[in-house]
């Protein structure tokens, strides 16, 4: 088969590699003969990530982009020297943990090699009294927090990717899980690492649980986009599994009734695992069975913990909810949302009716959140085609909030879909700058954002990109992301 | 399409409130969604469920045991689906030699179904597989390594190159011909008669319960199952018949079978293609469960000290076809002196021991990976016995364990532990 009978959707500016074969034969060197393919099987399976408009690619036969090697490295040694091979040869690398992103952080849009690091799947050590488990950052989500649970302990990051998603990606895309109020994002919890920087050296950052020795430099790598380093290795926090868990919803009449409540929930330090604000069209969309829940706002919350603990969470959660008019639904709704929270079906339908979908997640502080969340979604109605603009506010702080924006629409004649799709990610980001609020909540900056990061970071993306530079002098880490947009005006 | 319109119908009001030139595209769009998406053509694959599968995140991709045998994307489901698309739709022509690998790829499933636990449209993947195993067995591109089970099964009438029911003589087990009027019919798998202990074991028991039965091996033939894997159907037909036969002529009420592949045929996969028995047919173990029970099997003796710790391996087709994780542990928490344990991925999580289905025709080092695998976790409970009721299971775990560590560790039948206590 020819892969060109595929449309490549990223086909500009692709590498070219002058002699392949001898690139291949090097990367075999390094890596053994069986950790290399160049066969279309493999490439082609490479060729995106999980952003959803690569469905609808997918469905019609079109590939995202195209990677000339795939390399599954078993050894950081091993990486290093693929890295420092990309160097002399000026070819892209662009790291693979799970595929899981939804910014298009993964996609090879130059082409070049892929670093699979699925073998890198290890749990290499769990420290009860530092409460620290050390891993491979291969390692997928669910198979980590398995492994715990089995030994007594909980992770607590359980973003909804967690089925398919890998603590790397994680790291790289800085993301955050359901339960992060109480246990906090990934920059929480990395507590060591061993990144791979760009021209081959093996940094080792030690786990401690805190220093003042300096910037933490470490933090550069955590939600680097895989741009500035490959991280290998990571040792993570993890808590004993809770002994105790409360299942708590409550209806309310209005969206800012709802983040009032949770508000002032959090005002008091309060921290349930889990709090979800579904605005009105997402409560009919999930809680539509629910009587209580109609034509109004649900909150589902979680509080977990030694048993004490949530017993008094619990008891301040309720009365903060009822003194801002909330309703109480009983454990149905979380019940609901527990058995429900990972199954993605409408990823598999949309695209057949020419639908684009997609999430936008950003963030608010308390102040104007409900203001910017109307703000956003007016200015994302102006957007010919669109059909349905929705959102829940998924996480929660005692400064702000993030809020996971879903939109669905049809082309209008005269756009692709891929047109459409940008035009919807800009108006939304471009509503969310102008009313002060930050372009990105937890999937990363990847393709979707590269556009908007010197509005968003102002003059300090300067001294970002120069980091890149310095770092990265022949821009052969996953480039195409983060500092350029590849986006056609 | 009524199941659609129901799950969306918090949409009617959206699509009310639509512009009206994109309402336009969207009636068409959705009026054109079968021809856009799902043509019809001359094909068996279930295309619909292939492309909620590749259309998926992957939400099963975790548990898939030929993934995390060769830590690939390319063996993940959604991919392996949306291959099976393009197969069916043209997109990659399955015809042409240089597209092997893609056609090999529908064969790369041990059968587990580990992912019908996580699918969110509650099928495996491998039933989409086999559809799609159909269209291209009915265009002559059946892969050679399944021709040679074929092959094997219809010169053979067993998937060995001789056939393995006639060796029960220089392996010492008894034949025991039906007189027509049985109770029960010992159906023994083909490759159980590879761990003839274990087929003598269970014939021991049998008998130790005072049942009247038979094995009837000079007649004895492969129940079909890996015809059902491939998908030649006329095959497994003929083998559904030749059974059908066998099995009619013992007058047992119950059939009982060592190998939960057989089980599965008998049952399950014979109805599908119009064979149905009005008899109980069930698992060996299922049947141990009720002798206990009814008082018929009783352990008289302690436990040997050298079999005191054991493993269970859970063999995935009685954990997730047969839906029973119960009877295996109701017998061994039978044995005194036993002490159980359990790996962390059991009873209907249980990972598969790379045996099943097609994947070890098609690439055994695969297979051999994800018994490997396996193995890895069994080792992990501390334990050197692991204890199964799966011929396939027995099969596959040995290839996971390493030549220098062979001594170490055991992989027993449940019956080889029965008969030092009984």
Known sequence: MDLKEFELIYNENRVEIKDKQKVEAKLREIVGFKNVSTKEIDILAYNKDTSLIGFNWALQGKIAGLPDFITWPETSEQISEILKLANQEKIPVIPYGEGSGVVGGAIPVYGGIIIDMKKFNKILNINDKDLTVTVESGINGM?????????????????????YSSVGGWIAHRSAGQFSTKYGKIEDMVMGMEVILPKGDILKFKTIARASTGPQFEKLFIGGGGTLGIITKATLKIWPYPESRSLISYAFPTFEDSLEATRQILRQQIYPAVIRIYDADETIRHFGHIEKAKDKVMVVLVCEGIKRLVKLEEEITRETCEKNNGIDCGEEPVEHWFETRFNVTETSSTPTFGMVIDTIEIGFLWDKAADMYHFVLEAAKSVKGLMIITAHVSHFYPNGVGFYFTFAGIPPKEKTDFEFFQEVWNTIIKAVEDCGGSFGHHHGVGINRAKWMPVEWGKAFDSLKFIKKLLDPNNILNPGKVYESTWKE | MSEILKKYKWMGPIIEKMDRDIKRIFMKNFRMRDKNYFPEGDYKADIKNLVNCMLCPNLCKFDCGTLQASLTETMSPAYKARIGYYLTTGKIDPTKKENKDFVDLMYKCSNEENCKVWCPFEFSVVSLLETVRDDLNDKGLMPDYCKQQISKLNKTNTIEEYNIFETYKEKGIENIETDGNDEVFYYIGCESMKFPEVVKANIKILKKAGLKFSTNLEKKVCCGGPAFNIRDMETA??????????????????????????????????????????????HIV????????????????????????????????????????????????????????????NKEYVHCCGWSGTAHWADRDLAIREAQNRINELKETGTNIFITACPLCELGLAYGINETEKEKYNILDISELLIEIL
């Open chain 1, 143 to 163: 198979k980590l927090e398995r492994y715990l649970n089995a030994k007594g302990y909980t992770h607590g990051h359980i973003p909804q990717s967690f089925y």
């Open chain 2, 237 to 282: 037909k003929e083998f559904a018949r030749k059974n059908k036969e066998l099995i009619e002529s013992t007058s047992a009420k119950i059939i009982i079978s060592d190998c939960p592949g057989c089980i599965l045929t008998l049952t399950t996969r014979y109805e599908k293609v119009g064979f149905k028995f009005e008899k109980e047919i069930i």
């Open chain 2, 286 to 345: 299922q049947f141990f469960k009720k002798l206990i029970e009814e008082g018929k099997l009783r352990f008289e003796k302690s436990t040997p000290e050298q079999f005191r710790k054991i493993t269970i391996h859970d063999p995935c087709l009685i954990a997730r076809n047969l839906n029973d994780t119960e009877s295996i542990r109701f017998i061994l928490n039978k044995i005194p002196d036993l002490e159980i344990t359990e790996p962390l991925y």
